[in-house]
């Protein structure tokens, strides 16, 4: 057998070191590997290439595969050198890490612009993206362990890092990054890589990423902690509850880049390359060697994360030194170029260092296994059972979307079919569904996902939040645009994208008031936007009064034009009558005509939809000679009401149809109640008349949508996978992480108990599903160790922080006990029964028009009843008053976090 020279060097290295080689004194703990330049594997630092192959087993190129080496102009790769690191990791079985696929830092200034010097948009940004990681990540597929995928993205406060990929892509940049990456290698293990890991603000951004992660199964392994630090900071034992954190959200954890600087700081230490101090001799005290006493301060400082590192082993995949011998270390450098530092395991003389040696030899008791601060409360089995309407919709199944699904709008790119709900104060908000045959519907995301997106802030009412959102796709740039109200956050705004699916853009704010925006678009530049206004001149001559204005809008620039706003409709179809929020306006042009559909009467039992005509799009617009086209309010005791909102398309074939929202009501006490909210419905379009008098109706007047009986919708949740079901949501914008889905593997769903309750207005532990019918059951079991009587865990019905039931584990004068909690308008109710042991317990809600019921089992054993026959109606947005429907899910609390 023949043995290269660096080989033979490497045992030699070995050898002289005999009382330790590094890798094996962590073997079965963690691989050690060192950041290495391109002459260590060239063959032109061959001492430092003996070393590594001696004592590491795992290797990071330094910068060699960052995009500026690799791509250093669009198209035009430079594979060589990185192929070669790649090659020599495999010729000595060592892990290899590809770093890194997205950085604000080193990266080709090509990226983020046109060719005539100016940002690229959105779109272009994200195939550039795709492209290269794609490229790169392709290439070594199979061959590289795994990437760190995105470096560096937060802030020390959690914010998001003002970048040009935040700039222009959004903040779901992060997100596509890891997407890509898996499609180019579903195999290769995926990272995310930051500095300052020890902070709080950026240790609660990073667990609440991988819990938007894994609640949407995007795949994140593992997270690189890249640990540069002096003999101060950070402390230790906060750079420990970020190992903790992460560990406990079952990701793996990566020292990924690990150096410790002797020297005085010069600079409050960071790992941000774009800044440089004028050298002084004070920051530079040991040019000659590391006096005695330093090293043994670094020797304990190495020891102090070792302990953490060997004791939280079964968490730790990889330590990483950022190098192999000090002399070739960034730190040198940086921040103040000419220093000699002395940070890492090997000396400028290639010899073993104290704090090397020290590491080595420790022998540390592993930790338990990591678990979450705080309160936490664990919930299996969750099942939604609804008696959902079934309304004869003229052959079609309706509503198409029970529940709480208002506000509908539609739109068809070829023979895909998308459509939007308002949210209001729910988060994620704006969901979108997709379809081809207008039966079968998709989930294929939210619009808006991200806070930067939908910042729903404490305080803010349940039935403000986005309103009336309008989607449409422009086939002229083939992009799709929603245009929508956020009463509380930046008012009207647009989010663009190229495909649904995919994520939307940051929110793109216009100077349009009032409420309801939509857009229609003209050609390639031109648009126009719509949206319901005050009377003229802001002076209403009778409550209700509004007004339908319109304003073009520049595709290109995409920002309104100014001085294009014209009122094209003042009051409604007859002025004479008084008519009531004209809201919801749609344009459409349709033969040639311009037909302007708006709701009209408010959105309780007198709403209604009528439409207009003009032969320009400026109008003037006329009202058709047959309104409303749609309504149920002339229908006596009708099984579906408050119908209108509508929206208009067409179909492949030409035929013409409409999506809106009604409402399915049980009646008690001689009037009607629902607390399932509006809902889409979906009809056929007729056209009537001929010339001046053509016009569409979506129901003849006295026509009445009749309810055939019902069909059983059921959700059912085992809790069992990291991915979240994106169908639960939460109470507007959550600023911290609080739940998450079968840590460790296990099945259950782990929410954390905070001082935010139903009752408040903030974002509560609280995860929810629309119930879809009058008739519903609702069940779940939990675990929970409540320690005082402000805790508390279990089962959610809500409609309002005013109106809701809570059935639940809680303490009550030192007993576990089981409390049913109702508030009804503010005042707050509970019925109490003891619990016989400690434990899971299955709770149980079961409800019909009016009455609902509650039950909880432990052990398994019968099912009891708690409290009586409850009052159902406080679910029903008749009585609790908004615009929202009710929901049930799991909910935690605590008097304190």
């Known amino acids: 057998m023949k043995l290269s020279i660096s080989a033979v060097a490497a045992l030699l290295i070995a050898a002289s070191h005999a009382e330790t080689v590094l890798k094996d004194a962590f073997e079965g703990r963690f691989s050690l590997g060192a950041a290495i330049a391109a002459p260590v594997w060239e063959g032109g630092d061959e001492r430092a290439r003996s070393t590594l192959l001696a004592h590491f087993n795992s290797i990071t ?188 959200e079952g990701v793996k954890v990566a020292v990924s880049e690990m150096d410790a600087s002797v020297l005085p700081s010069a600079w409050e230490l960071s790992a941000e390359i774009t800044g440089e101090r004028k050298y002084d001799p004070k920051y530079d005290p040991w040019k000659e060697s590391l006096p005695a006493g330093a090293e043994e301060r670094l020797a304990r400082r190495y020891e102090e994360f070792f302990k953490v590192l060997l004791a939280h082993s079964r968490s730790v995949d990889r330590v990483t030194l950022w190098g192999v011998e000090d002399g070739a270390s960034w730190l040198n450098d940086f921040p103040m170029k000419g220093r000699t530092d002395y940070p890492l395991f090997f000396g400028r003389n290639g010899k073993m260092k104290l704090c090397a040696r020290r590491a080595a030899a420790l022998k540390v008791e592993e930790a338990e296994s990591a678990s979450p601060e705080g309160k936490w409360a664990k919930f299996t089995g969750f099942e939604l059972k609804s008696e959902c309407p079934d309304v004869d919709g003229m052959g079609i199944p309706n509503p198409i979307f029970p529940g709480m699904a208002p506000d509908p709008s539609i739109t068809r790119k070829g023979n895909d079919y998308y459509l939007a709900n308002s949210s209001f104060c729910y988060y994620p908000g704006i969901p979108v569904w997709h379809s081809t045959d207008l039966k079968n519907w998709d989930f ?6 991200r806070p930067s997106q939908l910042n729903l802030k404490e305080g803010l009412g349940l039935s403000k939040g986005v309103y009336a959102p309008d989607i449409k796709y422009n086939s002229h740039n083939d992009t799709f645009y929603l245009v929508t109200t956020v009463i509380g956050d930046r008012g009207n705004v647009i989010y663009k994208t190229k495909d649904p699916r995919l994520g939307w853009s940051e929110p793109i704010k216009i100077p349009v008031g009032g409420i309801d925006p939509s857009i229609y678009f003209e050609d390639a530049a031109t648009a126009w936007i719509l949206n319901n206004d005050d009377a003229p001149g802001g002076k209403s001559e009778y409550p209700g009064h509004r007004t339908v204005r319109m304003r073009k809008y520049d595709l290109v620039k995409d920002e309104v034009v100014p001085g294009s706003e014209r009122i094209i409709i003042n009051k409604g179809v007859k002025p004479e009558d008084k008519p009531i929020w004209c809201e919801g306006p749609h344009l459409y042009k349709i033969g040639g005509v311009y037909y302007v559909m708006t709701a009209e009467g408010g959105t309780a039992g007198w709403h209604s ?36 909102h509508a929206d208009l398309f067409e179909t492949p074939d030409g035929k013409w149809m409409a999506v809106f929202l009604a409402v399915t009501p049980y009646r008690a006490g001689g009037r009607d109640w629902c607390p399932t909210g509006r809902s889409t419905f979906l009809l056929p379009v007729k056209w009537i008349g001929e010339g001046e008098a053509r016009q569409p109706i979506i129901l003849a007047k006295g026509k009445r949508l009749v309810n055939r009986g019902t069909r059983t919708d059921i959700i059912k949740d085992s809790f069992s996978s990291h991915e979240v079901d994106p169908m639960w949501f939460q109470i507007r914008t959550p600023s911290e992480s609080w739940y998450k889905s079968a840590p460790g593997g296990e099945a259950g769903m782990m929410l954390k108990a905070r001082k935010a309750s139903l009752s408040g207005k903030g974002n509560p532990s609280a995860l929810l599903r629309w119930i879809k019918g009058n008739r519903f059951s609702a069940s779940v079991t939990v675990d929970f160790n409540a320690r005082s009587e402000g805790d508390f865990a279990g089962l959610a019905l809500y409609q309002s922080d005013e109106c809701h039931f809570a059935l639940g584990k809680t303490m009550i004068a030192g007993r576990r006990s089981l409390a049913l909690e109702t508030v009804d308008k503010g005042k707050r109710r509970i019925v109490t029964a003891d619990l016989e042991a400690d434990g899971p317990v299955a709770l149980k809600a079961e409800a019909e028009n009016e009455t609902a019921r509650f039950f909880f089992s432990e052990g398994g054993g019968a099912w009891k009843q708690i409290g009586g026959d409850e009052d159902a109606r406080i679910l029903t947005t008749d009585y609790a008053g908004g615009f929202t429907g009710a929901a049930a899910g799991i909910y935690a609390a605590s008097v304190s976090d």
Not at 153 to 178: C, K, M, N, Y
Request: hydrophobic residues 40%.
């Open 609 to 644: 939809e009528v439409i207009w005509r003009s032969d320009k799009v400026e109008g003037p617009y006329k009202p058709c000679p047959a309104n409303p086209i749609l309504t149920q309010r002339d229908i006596k005791n009708a099984d579906v009401t408050c119908a209108g």
């Open 61 to 248: 190129a330094e910068n060699e595969m960052k995009p500026y080496a690799l791509q250093p102009r669009e198209g035009e790769f430079r594979w060589e050198t990185a192929d070669r690191f790649v090659k020599f990791g495999e010729r000595h079985n060592m892990k290899i890490i590809g770093h890194c696929l997205v950085w604000h830092n080193q990266m080709p200034a090509w990226f983020f612009k046109g060719p005539d010097g100016k940002s690229v948009g959105r779109e272009t940004l994200i195939k550039r993206m795709r492209d290269h990681i794609h490229a790169v990540v392709g290439r070594y597929k199979g061959r590289v362990y795994g990437w760190d995928v995105v470096n560096e993205a937060f802030d020390a406060d959690g914010s998001l890092h003002d970048s040009p990929w935040l700039r222009i892509i959004g903040s779901d940049f992060i997100e596509l990054a890891f997407r890509f990456a898996h499609e180019a290698d579903p195999e290769a293990e995926l990272y995310y890589n930051d500095f300052g890991m020890a902070s709080e603000g950026k240790r609660r951004a990073v667990v609440r990423m991988v819990r938007e992660f894994q609640a949407k199964g995007i795949r994140i392994d593992a997270i690189g902690m890249q640990t540069h630090v002096n003999l101060a900071d950070p402390d230790v034992k906060e750079w420990e509850k970020s190992l903790e954190a992460f560990a406990a």
């Open 444 to 449: 294929c995301g939210y619009c808006a996902a």
